[in-house]
């Protein structure tokens, strides 16, 4: 199974010429590389909105997709919904995916059951890629709550299925799951390769439980994922890839933890 090893830039770099330098960097060190070094990987990067345009126009024709981070939960295409942009405005200027669902727009934008289960919605029916994520706070790790979680946040994906059947005709190639503990994310602080192995496959036999077309979906890992311990989560059959914050930034760091996991593909 190809892997699958995803930069969400966040707000970063703050300026359009660092994001120029990142690109240069990667593009270079892929062309240069050589190729089976990360062969077994599909490489994306999720820049910001403002920055989605130029980036996607630079990566055209390279092996790296690009996402967005999110999209409007109001409207697939057009409306007054002011600081908003549509799933068919992010396909428009060149995305293939969008992120959906991270836990920073979950707490610092409320997004609920209902609006990811429209943002969900808006985006595959503009043919965008979902990438969504899923995880635990800290508190509700150390509640043991983390399948419990997990299960009322799946339920968006239940419900989509139950709203749009028709949607299901290849989903599993368009929907892949990122696991992201709250507390590991941007802390240094990640569980165990076997805890994270374990709530993989508890997410892949949920999927599987709502449609048989969803067995064996892809699930990455996210949460200070970084060149040294890339090797460990990639080892883990459960472990399809890595959605990467901070060691996205930096083409070198990004290179390694695709290069871990197309090893482990091999
Ligand atoms: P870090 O890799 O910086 O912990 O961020 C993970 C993340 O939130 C990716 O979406």
């Not at 080892?235 to 914050?245: E, K, N, R, T």
């Amino acid at each position: 199974m190809q892997a699958w090893v995803i930069g969400n830039w966040k707000q970063n770099p703050a300026t359009s010429h660092d994001v120029k330098a990142l690109l240069d960097d990667l593009l270079t060190a892929v062309s240069t590389k050589e190729q089976p070094d990360i062969a077994g990987c599909q490489l994306m990067v999720a820049p910001s909105f403002i920055h989605l345009t130029a980036v996607s126009e630079r990566l055209e024709g390279s092996s790296i997709l690009s996402a967005a981070q999110d999209i409007s939960a109001h409207s697939a295409s057009t409306g007054a919904y002011t600081g908003d942009c549509s799933a068919q405005q992010v396909a428009d200027a060149g995305a293939a995916w969008t992120i959906l669902g991270h836990s920073e727009r979950r707490q610092y934008h409320q997004e609920s059951h209902d609006c990811l289960l429209n943002k969900m919605t808006h985006a595959l029916m503009q043919n965008l890629g979902v990438v969504f994520c899923i995880g635990e706070t800290q508190a509700q790790y150390d509640a043991k709550k983390t399948l419990v979680v997990i299960d009322t946040q799946l339920a968006v994906i239940k419900d989509l299925l139950a709203q749009k059947p028709e949607l299901i005709a290849g989903l599993s190639e368009r929907l892949i799951v990122a696991y992201e503990p709250v507390w590991a994310i941007g802390t240094g602080k990640v569980p165990t390769v076997a805890e994270v192995s374990a709530t993989h496959q508890h997410i892949k036999q949920t999927l599987a439980s709502f449609n048989d077309a969803l067995e064996n979906m892809t699930v990455l890992y996210g949460g200070s994922v970084n060149a040294d311990n890339a090797d460990s989560f990639a080892v883990d059959s459960m472990i399809d890839g890595a959605l990467v914050g901070g060691a996205s930034l930096k083409a070198e760091s990004f290179l390694a933890i695709a290069q871990a996991f197309s090893r482990a593909t091999a």
